[in-house]
């Protein structure tokens, strides 16, 4: 599976923005699915994560009520709707595959693979 983000861009705290992962190459449908951060000269982190089939979902605490992660499986998308940006959301943002096909959801970065190239999410004060 090839993951290819996008949807990034420039946003004053307090907007909103609409992220987009598509899947190309595999069975996409069989993996849950995560989005991940990387702040400026921090580690990667978790974001949210969603199941294979989009009946569960599991989010950082400090994106708790204003992320929602969704799937079009039909579209081989995952979605990341981000309101009330703050600042310290800024980082590049990356989605990743669960290695384990129709696994219960996980957290860790390195449950995750086939990354694909992130996508920078900046929000000015």
């Known amino acids: 599976v090839q993951l290819q983000a996008s949807g990034g861009g420039l946003v004053q705290a307090g907007g909103s923005l609409r992220l987009s992962c598509v899947a190309s190459?595999?069975?996409?449908?069989?993996?849950?699915t995560g989005w991940f951060r990387q702040p400026p000269g921090k580690e990667r982190e978790f974001v949210a994560a969603?199941?294979?089939?989009?009946?569960?979902?599991s989010y950082a605490d400090s994106v708790k009520g204003r992320f929602t992660i969704s799937r079009d499986n039909a579209k081989n998308t995952v979605f990341l709707q981000m309101n009330s940006l703050k600042p310290e959301n800024t980082a590049v943002y990356y989605c990743?595959?669960?290695?384990?096909?129709?696994?219960?959801?996980?957290?860790?970065?390195?449950?995750?693979?086939?990354w694909g190239q992130g996508t920078l999410v900046t929000v000015s004060s």
């Open positions: 969603i199941s294979w089939s989009g009946g569960s979902t």
């Open positions: 990743a595959a669960d290695h384990r096909p129709f696994g219960t959801l996980r957290i860790g970065v390195p449950d995750f693979g086939s």
């Open positions: 190459g595999g069975t996409f449908i069989r993996y849950p």
